[in-house]
């Protein structure tokens, strides 16, 4: 079955502290990718997607993700993360062919100072 | 540019009354969805639409209905609420065109059902 994992629920980081959120997925052809942050009582808003080409790719807010086929992975990482960084971040895949997401079940991140 | 719109922001109902969540785009977006948020198990599709008109079911479809009537509105509807639709409801809309164009979401609607 198609599917994409997120299996961190909770993690928490100091302030300054490097992050990387996983996500993995299942499906037969490279896929559309993204990442979403939520933060409470908010929508979804998108931090950075992969299409093609270069598999490292630059978000917003610092963040970036790097696409690695062989592992069928899409990780989110900053190097430095600020207090306001504390969300719920979620994986999003998009199959070849077609516009339905498919949503991982979400990291939250708490950042302690 | 208000992008996606959903009203109301909050509901409480109770078991067996009927309602129905709008949601507007004011970004000319053919396709629109509906997703519910529920702790653990992330975003799950109630139902979309590719176009005026037109409507399909998502993952999760059962005890919904929608309707697209115009191209910038996406209504979801309960007919009889139950308990288990307790939930956060998000609209999304995308361009068509290319596959895996990103979503625009509204800041969601908070339902209660008693």
């Known amino acids: 079955a198609q599917s994409v994992t997120q299996p961190d629920i909770h993690i928490t980081v100091s302030e300054g502290a490097s992050l990387e959120l996983r996500c993995n997925y299942s499906y037969g052809a490279t896929p559309y990718l993204f990442w979403y942050v939520q933060s409470p009582g908010q929508g979804l808003q998108l931090l950075l997607k992969?299409?093609?080409?270069?598999?490292l790719v630059q978000g917003i807010k610092g963040f970036e993700a790097e696409f690695k086929r062989s592992q069928s992975s899409f990780n989110l990482r900053k190097p430095s993360v600020h207090w306001s960084d504390a969300a719920e971040y979620f994986c999003a895949v998009v199959p070849g062919t077609g516009n339905q997401f498919y949503f991982g079940t979400g990291t939250s991140l708490t950042v302690i100072p | 540019n208000a992008g996606v719109t959903q009203t109301p922001k909050f509901r409480v109902l109770k078991t067996g009354q009927s309602m129905t969540l709008l949601c507007a785009q004011d970004m000319n977006h053919e396709y629109m969805y509906w997703y519910r948020q529920d702790p653990g198990m992330g975003l799950r599709l109630i139902h979309y639409?590719?176009?005026?008109?037109?409507?399909a079911k998502g993952e999760v479809p059962d005890g919904y209905n929608v309707s697209r009537l115009k191209k910038q509105n996406f209504l979801l509807g309960l007919e009889s609420a139950a308990p288990s639709q307790t939930s956060v409801y998000f609209c999304?809309?995308?361009?068509?065109?290319?596959?895996?164009?990103?979503?625009?979401f509204g800041d969601g609607t908070r339902l209660s059902i008693l």
């Open positions: 992969y299409f093609s080409g270069d598999t």
């Open positions: 639409s590719v176009g005026e008109g037109t409507t």
């Open positions: 999304a809309s995308t361009q068509q065109g290319a596959p895996g164009q990103p979503q625009h």
